[in-house]
Nanobody
Framework: VQLQASGGGLVQAGGSLRFSCAASTMISGINVMGWYRQAPGNERELVATFTDGGITNYKDSVKGRFTISRGNAKNTVLLQMNSLKPEDTAVYYC???????????WGKGTLVTVSS
């Protein structure tokens, strides 16, 4: 399975960015797809996930600002990031896993920089 992410970049605080992630194929069973991020000196952390059936999950600090949704194709998820803050600056990673936890896959990281 390969994950192809697009989006990210540099934006001023208060601005918006949009990510998309497409999987080359989905995992058998229930899929959980979304994004994690890692800021310098920090551990990788969950940002948002979308589970087959429409269940979403968000990191508390992004609730109300970020929205994850399925794209037109079942193998694609979108992450709309609004009201971005400097603390959102990180490398963002697309992630796909089975609901059971494995197997799981990572896409290449994409840098998001939010300037104050």
């Amino acid at each position: 399975v390969q994950l192809q992410a697009s989006g990210g970049g540099l934006v001023q605080a208060g601005g918006s960015l949009r990510f998309s992630c497409a999987a080359s194929t989905m995992i058998s069973g229930i899929n959980v797809m979304g994004w994690y991020r890692q800021a310098p000196g920090n551990e990788r952390e969950l940002v948002a996930t979308f589970t087959d059936g429409g269940i979403t999950n968000y990191k508390d600090s992004v609730k109300g600002r970020f929205t994850i949704s399925r794209g037109n194709a079942k193998n694609t998820v979108l992450l709309q990031m609004n009201s971005l803050k400097p603390e959102d600056t990180a490398v963002y990673y697309c992630h796909l896993r089975a609901a059971s936890g494995s197997p799981y896959y990572w896409g290449k990281g994409t840098l998001v920089t939010v300037s104050s």
